[in-house]
């Protein structure tokens, strides 16, 4: 009866389900266990064909595949171990009920030797078998057992049609959501559905895939039908092969109408799946769509309009893989390739562009290479594999079964021959209109309906074509893309010769007009890429010129100088004097980013030279507004003046509306260098209106941004807000980074300004993050320097001083003297709050050295107002008034009360010292008259109203210093509430020493 026990002979019924009979012992059970750790081999064991497994391995959801096998095998055993073992929780190894698991377990799922487990137990070796057997027959009870509830309870199929479809593929990468979305869908009652995709982008694929799928056959028992029609389909031959299929019988001299009509009948209500593979015309594919409600049609197509007439909305796209898929399928086909040349392999992948055909077509070529053994000759096919030619030749011999239907019976499958079946149907000026368009780069670029037409001199009847034939593929409402295996295909042919030409002049009247609007330059830049290497290769002068002058704006934003820097020098001067100039403009540009200023003006200089009057007065407009920005850069303003006359004249007698708004701009920022805060406003509202008027995205943003910069100066932080908000319009319309870190600077301030603290150091943060990011060495500058201010004002002084010492650093190396000067003041204040002279007098030397380099009105008044206030710490009281003086004289012109009220209180405090009554109450009065009202905009509010306590008590106006006293800690307290973390709350009340000292004042006065 033992032996018996553990045989399990299945009935033939059984064997349609699982497809093999099985004989259940000992030495089975132990091969199974032997193969524990290996899911792959577990799921080709004898074991995996139990109907238990099957059951589990749906219910799980696995696939039938190896590993899905397996991994249902590898859970029933680990439920039946779990049965071998003892109820108790804690081994008891000196019990015998303990051994069986014990050796089952330690033997074959953890790799112990016998002798090892004989000497953990202390058994001799004819018991440790005897132990084993045990285990064996403990386990294979409950394996018998799981099989016969599965026998009783799994429904079996009816007969199966699956053998008319492909096998399904064993690897399949990157599909997995589009397959799940297909299971779900595709079901009895949802009667078509359809997809398309370009040539070998793996329709086919999906669709065996889905043949053979366990929930697509359990949900059509009544089995799957497949036919590859292809553009010449043999319909009676194929109809055939599905009578053959139903075993009907039906006379061979019907006609295939009929042949069709008596299928459909005979399949009728049945539940079935009928796969109709590459159709191409609507009629073939109809006479297919056999079978009654009951019965679903799935189509894969290589015509979008095909798809859709069939399908209506139930279709699905198939698109190629991206990189990664495409390297893990390809690690898939041919591990020891990419495992032994991962580079070269991961630029073949890349080179297909993610076509699934491609990719294993060359995964088979690799796999039979690197089994051969020699590194050389794998390293020679990827080389050459990444040449398009060599990609199109590679050819594939298929068993008659798995031939594709739009190929001739012996014909290789290859790339070339797949592409070739679409363009050979297109009409001659479709196949001419396509060898024009691959001029174009590939995907992921994309270009415009316009350009396509232009570019191809062809009619939109001709490019509806092209889409229709899933040759080009639409992207949005009127823009285009190519995969990179069609442009390799048409490619093999030379493009029409006035391709190029047309191309060079589309893209050269773009620029023109759209020069300044960065937005569409990026959506069009890799052609535009495309039309500058064209006219530089094919002799186009003119239009090269016109290119870069126009473009040098976005190429100037975009970081792109360095790039083309070496074309534009390489290039000989041309005899004709006004591309001569555009040349010389274009040099001096390039000048001015590097600070070589000398070899700019010259080049600008001569520019000017080689032009006539009269002549070119956009060309000469730009040339004048290119010297006046580079003086303004070198700080020599009275020759930016000069400049910017002469080039403002010009274009108002000129009519050139953009380099007239230009030039309001860089008076604007003149007049703000000058501290004519209201006249730098009034250039900038005018610049601002009349550019967004125009569509000058580039300096209404420029002139929103800094009328935004101008009020927040004078603390009107709504009205700065609002222009902040109308120049991040442009700067999102401009796609500019740079801008984004410089707008989240200024709305930072905004916000420290106005008490949210919090707020202003995120907005820091990101713009610092941006910056980097960018590589926006002013915008990195501009927000350390913000963060330190902000940590100075918490007392956070080691911050403050790394922040600062940052700003001088970046500064000086990338020639900012003004920035730098006002890094050098932030460090003398951080050395004064730590007691630090030397450090203090040291920075405040380095500060004046570029104070003396620029000629910065703000600049000038920060360094006087350290300069007074080391000399106060030293004692130097006359020393002290007279920089506090020319700090209040200087911070006047520029209109900043609140630090022109701070400045004037430290002055008053000198007055004191030197016992100036005369001069001390009229300055307290105007000082307080500005502090009564906000506090926004003070360097440090607290020690303000110190200060005015201070004077107030000197001049005998006790009440009114104690109000100040009081409004003091009123904003204390009303800074620290804005302030929701509690680390940076108790830093801010206790750190800085204005904060303590008023703190002792308070308790003093209770």
Known sequence: MAKLRYFCGFPDQMSMFTGTQVTLNRRIVRSALKRWGKTQRLGDHALAQLTCIKVRRLRAGYGDTPNGRGLAVRELLKEGLAQVKPAEEVPQLNQRR?????????????????????????????????????????????????????????????????????????????????????????????????????????????????????????????????????????????????????????????????????????????????????????????????????????????????????????????????????????????????????????????????????????????????????????????????????????????????????????????????????????????QEALRALVIFSAKPNHFSETAARTVSDSSLETLDELVDAGLVEPIGDDRYALHQAIVDFARRQPPPAEAETRLIQFFTAFAVENGRKFGQIDIEYPQVRLALEFAQTGQHFESFWLLHQHLFEYHLTRGLVAQIEPVIKAQESPADPVLESRRQLLLGRIAVTHKEWEAAEAHLK???????DGAEVSLRVMLYHALTLMHHRRDTLPEAAEWIEQGVQLSRVGGDLHGELAFEVILGLLAVRQGELAQGAAHYQKAAQRAAELGEAALAMSAEYNLGVIFSRQNDYPTARYHYERAGHFIRELNHAAAYASLLNNLGVVAKDEGDWERAQELYTQALRISRQNNHVNGEILASGNLGTLNMMMGHYEAAGRYAALVVEMSEAHDRPLIAGLGQTVLVRVALCQDQLAQAEQACSAAQTLGQKVEDTYLLA??????????????????????????????????????????????????????????????????????????????????????????LNALGEQELAQEMLSKGEIYLAHQAAQISDQKMRQRFLTGPQAHQQLEKLSIGNS
């Open 98 to 430: 303990w051994r069986p698991y014990f050796i089952l377990t330690e033997q074959y799922l953890h790799g112990r030797s016998p002798a090892w487990i004989r000497a953990q137990l202390n058994v001799s070796e004819r018991t440790f078998f005897e132990e084993q057997a045990r285990g064996l027959d403990q386990l294979l009870d409950y394996l018998l057992v799981q099989e016969e509830e599965a026998r009783s309870t799994v429904p079996l199929p009816s007969t199966s049609l699956s053998q008319t479809a492909p096998l399904s593929p064993e690897i399949v990468i990157g599909r997995d959501g589009l397959l799940e979305e297909l299971v779900q869908q595709i079901k009895p009652g949802a009667p078509v559905a359809a997809l398309y995709g370009m040539p070998g982008v793996g329709k086919t694929t999906l669709a065996a895939v889905l043949a053979g799928h366990d929930k697509i056959l359990d949900r059509f028992p009544d089995g799957v039908l497949w036919v590859g029609l292809g553009p010449n389909p043999d319909q009676s031959a194929l109809l055939r092969r599905w009578v053959a299929a139903l075993k009907l019988y039906i006379p061979d001299e019907l006609p295939p109408s009929e042949v069709a009509r008596r299928i459909h009948e005979a399949i009728g209500g049945r539940q079935m799946l009928l796969i109709i593979d590459d159709g191409w015309s609507i009629e073939e594919i109809l006479m297919f769509k056999l079978g009654g409600a009951n019965s679903t049609h799935l189509l894969t197509t290589r015509f979008p309009p095909l798809a859709h007439e069939f399908a209506a909305s139930r279709v699905w796209p198939v698109r190629e893989l991206n990189l990664m898929e495409g390297l893990t399928l390809m690690g898939k086909m041919a591990p020891e390739a990419v495992e032994a040349e991962s580079e070269l392999v991961a630029g073949v992948v890349q080179a297909t562009a993610g076509l699934p055909l491609a990719l294993v077509l060359i995964g088979k070529q690799l796999h039979k290479i690197s089994h051969i053994g020699h590194g050389r000759r794998l390293r020679n096919l990827l080389t050459s594999l990444t040449q398009a030619d060599e990609r199109l030749k590679l050819q594939l011999n298929l068993a008659p079964p798995a031939r594709h239907p739009s190929l001739e019976p012996d014909q290789p499958l290859s790339l070339a021959a797949i592409i070739a079946l679409s363009t050979e149907r297109l009409s001659p000026s479709a």
């Open 606 to 612: 001569r520019g000017l030279a080689h032009l006539d």
């Open 862 to 951: 920060m360094i006087s107002r350290r300069e007074g206030e080391v000399r106060w710490y030293r004692g130097d009281w006359p020393g002290a008034k007279a920089s506090f003086e020319t700090a209040c004289e200087l911070m006047g012109k520029l209109g900043r009360r609140m630090m022109l009220a701070e400045m004037q209180l430290a002055l008053g405090r000198t007055h004191l010292m030197l016992e100036e009554w005369k001069a001390l109450r009229p300055l307290t009065e105007e000082a307080l008259a500005v502090l009564q009202d906000e506090t926004a905009g003070l360097e440090d509010p607290v020690q303000a109203f110190l200060n005015a306590h201070e004077l």
